[in-house]
């Protein structure tokens, strides 16, 4: 199996930074995308940001020139670098691993969750 575990999220002023990331470990032979989830109370979980192992990126218009995504393959890593913030933006944030293969070289039929970060904008 796989587990995520995400760091970052706390509060944060309104047009400030913060940087949530995620490592997966685990049974692990290659996590073809990673990506953060983030699901505000009384709204449906949505993609902020998702990123494959060759690097292409894609965004939420929402988020779009204020969020970068980034990961580490060699590290598993994924990391969130979210600039501009705004009170819109406060949720809780889900790492996420899809299209995973263990070191069996079988791939896992479902997508793997992390446990969430609160990310809080508020003054």
């Known amino acids: 199996q796989v587990q995520l575990v995400e760091s970052g999220g706390g509060l944060v002023q309104p047009g400030g930074s913060l940087r949530l990331s995620c490592a997966a470990s685990g049974s692990i032979f290659s996590i073809y995308h990673m990506g953060w989830y983030r699901q505000a109370p009384g709204k449906q979980r949505e993609l902020v940001a998702r990123i494959t192992s060759g690097g292409s990126t894609n965004y939420a218009d929402s988020v779009k020139g204020r969020f970068t995504i980034s990961r580490d393959n060699a590290k598993n890593t994924v990391h969130l670098q979210m600039n501009s913030v705004k009170p819109e933006d406060t949720a809780v944030y889900y790492c996420?691993?899809?299209?995973?293969?263990?070191?069996?070289?079988?791939?896992?039929?479902?997508?793997?969750w992390g446990q969430g970060t609160q990310v809080t904008v508020a003054t």
């Open positions: 996420n691993a899809d299209n995973v293969v263990g070191t069996g070289m079988v791939a896992y039929e479902a997508p793997f």
